[in-house]
């Protein structure tokens, strides 16, 4: 199965705000004293102009735009917690932690999106019906397509069990692990903290504290031949270095999507890394970062479906 994709869905912020529900467990989001009607003027336009410079680099960008009578959806800009597409046509829906979050699971208006652009639909798998337990899409899981393994950092929004039991159903081998901060909490997604493209890992090895979890998860990257580029806590907490995504344009050429935060986070070194598997792609969402706790990888969600 191919690692990257050339076809990827987007949501436009347009109710972008601080998000009170998510906070209490995302300590990367920020409060700001900036009018809200200002605050979702910069999310959209700093969307706006990442989904230009995608479409530039020759991506399928295919917006997933709200309805009349739809929901409040601060967070809609972040859709990958909510379903993931799949080779075999199948798409997965994903339960989410929060109340205002579940406005934006939208099955039916996705599966129009999709067909209406060609891509066939051969199933739609349902995971939301356990209460109190969660497991946040590929915020929560990072998927290796090609070695069929799910890594993962066990917190409140990716339950263990529903985890182990949604990776067996998939044939995925599951490496998880405990992931904090410093401040000593858990790190809410997964992709906070690491990334995998086709040959690498963007990873902080210094937020899995368990020394047995870290070999664990060094020597699954290594005898998978991954070229890992470790980050410090710094660099994944203050810049999003870690959140970033592999794509694979129309072109066939491998492009790498981050923030501007996070290419100005990277050591020299670590950009030149990085250079080797793809052309950097930074785009500047500061607002959507800063008052949205996630970043660029959060903001794509990615297309494997074939086409009709």
Same mark, same amino acid.
């Given at each position: 199965?191919?690692?990257?994709?050339? !076809?990827?869905?987007?949501?436009?912020?347009?109710?972008?705000?601080?998000?009170?529900?998510?906070?209490?467990?995302?300590?990367?989001?920020?409060?700001?004293?900036?009018?809200?009607?200002?605050? @979702?003027?910069?999310?959209?336009?700093?969307?706006?102009?990442?989904?230009?410079?995608?479409?530039?680099?020759?991506?399928?960008?295919?917006?997933?735009?709200?309805?009349?009578?739809?929901?409040?959806?601060?967070?809609?800009?972040?859709?990958? #917690?909510?379903? &993931?597409?799949?080779?075999?046509?199948?798409?997965?829906?994903?339960?989410? @932690?929060?109340?205002?979050?579940?406005?934006?699971?939208?099955?039916?208006?996705?599966?129009?999106?999709?067909?209406?652009?060609?891509?066939?639909?051969?199933?739609? #798998?349902?995971?939301?019906?356990?209460?109190?337990?969660?497991?946040?899409?590929?915020?929560?899981?990072?998927?290796?397509?090609?070695?069929?393994?799910?890594?993962?950092?066990?917190?409140?929004? &990716?339950?263990?069990?529903?985890?182990? #039991?949604?990776?067996?159903?998939?044939?995925?081998?599951?490496?998880?692990?405990?992931?904090?901060?410093?401040?000593?909490?858990?790190?809410?997604?997964?992709?906070?903290?690491? !990334?995998?493209?086709?040959?690498?890992?963007?990873?902080?090895?210094?937020?899995?504290?368990?020394?047995?979890?870290?070999?664990?998860?060094?020597?699954?990257?290594?005898?998978?031949?991954?070229?890992?580029?470790?980050? !410090?806590?710094?660099?994944?907490?203050?810049?999003?270095?870690?959140?970033?995504?592999?794509?694979?344009?129309?072109?066939?050429?491998?492009?790498?999507?981050?923030?501007?935060?996070?290419?100005?986070?990277?050591? @020299?070194?670590?950009?030149?890394?990085?250079?080797?598997?793809?052309?950097?792609?930074?785009?500047?969402?500061?607002?959507?970062?800063?008052?949205?706790?996630? !970043?660029?990888?959060?903001?794509?969600?990615?297309?494997?479906?074939?086409?009709?």
């Amino acid at each position: 199965m191919s690692h990257t994709t050339s !076809s990827i869905i987007m949501v436009p912020p347009n109710d972008f705000c601080y998000n009170h529900e998510t906070a209490q467990d995302n300590e990367f989001q920020q409060k700001t004293d900036t009018p809200h009607y200002l605050v @979702k003027e910069s999310a959209i336009e700093e969307f706006t102009l990442m989904v230009n410079q995608l479409r530039d680099h020759h991506v399928e960008v295919l917006l997933l735009n709200k309805h009349h009578g739809d929901d409040e959806m601060p967070d809609a800009v972040f859709p990958n #917690n909510w379903f &993931c597409t799949r080779h075999d046509g199948s798409i997965d829906i994903f339960p989410m @932690k929060t109340q205002n979050r579940r406005a934006e699971v939208r099955p039916e208006a996705l599966s129009k999106l999709l067909t209406h652009n060609g891509y066939q639909i051969t199933e739609i #798998n349902d995971y939301q019906g356990q209460k109190d337990a969660f497991l946040e899409g590929t915020g929560a899981m990072i998927f290796d397509h090609r070695h069929t393994k799910t890594y993962a950092a066990i917190s409140e929004r &990716c339950d263990a069990d529903l985890l182990t #039991n949604y990776s067996s159903g998939r044939d995925y081998d599951v490496i998880s692990f405990d992931s904090s901060s410093r401040k000593d909490t858990p790190f809410y997604h997964t992709n906070v903290m690491m !990334s995998l493209g086709e040959q690498f890992a963007v990873i902080c090895l210094d937020s899995i504290k368990d020394p047995q979890q870290r070999a664990s998860v060094e020597a699954s990257l290594q005898s998978d031949q991954k070229h890992i580029i470790d980050i !410090s806590l710094k660099q994944a907490e203050q810049h999003f270095c870690a959140n970033l995504i592999q794509l694979r344009n129309q072109k066939n050429e491998p492009l790498i999507v981050l923030s501007e935060s996070a290419y100005h986070g990277f050591t @020299k070194e670590q950009r030149q890394k990085l250079e080797t598997h793809g052309k950097l792609i930074a785009c500047d969402i500061h607002t959507i970062e800063s008052i949205g706790g996630g !970043s660029a990888r959060c903001m794509i969600a990615e297309n494997f479906l074939p086409k009709q």
